[in-house]
C-alpha cells in the first residue's frame, strides 16, 4: 500500500506533500489540485514500471534517463507533453557569470513511500523535459551509492479512471490504440462495451467472474 505521496512543479501543484490510508477522499473547489494529485501518483507508477522495465538489468553507473512517450501517459489528456509542469514553464535560465546564463531543467518530482508485505519502502522518480511529445524519467536516489531498488514496489498496482461522460445508445467497436486514447481524455463511457467485448473474447472465464460480481453489486444495492 503507498502510505504517502510528495509532489513537487506538477499541474496544478508546486509543492504537496499527501498522507494516504485504506480510504482518503480529496475534497476542494475547482483547479485546487484534486485531479493533480491522482495523476501524479498515475505518473509515478508509469515512470516506475518504465524505469524498471529499462534499467534495472543495466550496469551503466551513471542516472541515464528513460523516455517517455506522451502517448504512453493514458491516464492523462495531453495535447503536448509540456502542460504536465507547474505553469508549463520546463526549463530555466541560471547565472553562471556576469553575463552568462545557462538552461537549466526544472524537475517535476514525485517520491511515493510505503508497506508491501510488512516491508516498508520509498522510491520516487524526477521528470525532466524533452519535447513536445516525450519526456525523460530517472530514479531518484540518495547520496548512498548502489542504492537497491526497493522491488516490492512494483506489486503494488495503480489504476486512474477518470470520470465517466456518459453511455450513447450506439457504440462504434474501437482499436486498442482508440481505447487508450478516449480514456486518457476522458470519455470513459465511450469505451464501457468495448472493453467488456475484450474480456468476453479473450477470456471467458474472467467474464464469468465479472458478471458474478456485477450481479452481486445489483443484489446489494
Excluded at 516498508?120 to 519526456?135: I, S, T, V
Excluded at 537497491?148 to 512494483?154: D, I, N, R, Y
Aim: charged share 25%; hydrophobic share 40%.
Amino acid at each position: 500500500m503507498i502510505t504517502k505521496i510528495t509532489i513537487k512543479n506538477f499541474k496544478g501543484l508546486e509543492e504537496a506533500s499527501i498522507s494516504l490510508g485504506d480510504a482518503v477522499i480529496f475534497v476542494g473547489p475547482n483547479n485546487s489540485g484534486k485531479s493533480s494529485a491522482l495523476q501524479a501518483i498515475a505518473l509515478w507508477e508509469i515512470g516506475m514500471r518504465k524505469w524498471a522495465e529499462n534499467r534495472l538489468k543495466s550496469k551503466a553507473k551513471q542516472r541515464v534517463g528513460v523516455l517517455i512517450h506522451r502517448t504512453d501517459i493514458l491516464s492523462i489528456s495531453l495535447p503536448a507533453i509540456n502542460q504536465l509542469w507547474y505553469q508549463l514553464h520546463v526549463r530555466e535560465s541560471v547565472k553562471i557569470s556576469d553575463k552568462k546564463y545557462r538552461p537549466e531543467n526544472i524537475l517535476i518530482e514525485i517520491m511515493a513511500e510505503g508497506i508491501t508485505n510488512e516491508e516498508k519502502w520509498q522510491l520516487g522518480f524526477e521528470f525532466y523535459y524533452a519535447n513536445l511529445d516525450a519526456l525523460y524519467c530517472r530514479r531518484i536516489t540518495t547520496e548512498k551509492r548502489g542504492e537497491e531498488f526497493p522491488k516490492q514496489a512494483l506489486e503494488e498496482g495503480v489504476g486512474f479512471l477518470p470520470p465517466m461522460s456518459g453511455l450513447a445508445s450506439e457504440e462504434d467497436l474501437l482499436s486498442r490504440g482508440s481505447i487508450h486514447t478516449r480514456i486518457g481524455q476522458g470519455r470513459t463511457a465511450e469505451v464501457l462495451r468495448n472493453l467488456c467485448w475484450i474480456i468476453w473474447e479473450e477470456n471467458k472465464e474472467q467474464w464469468g467472474e465479472l458478471a458474478k460480481k456485477w450481479s452481486a453489486y445489483l443484489e446489494f444495492n
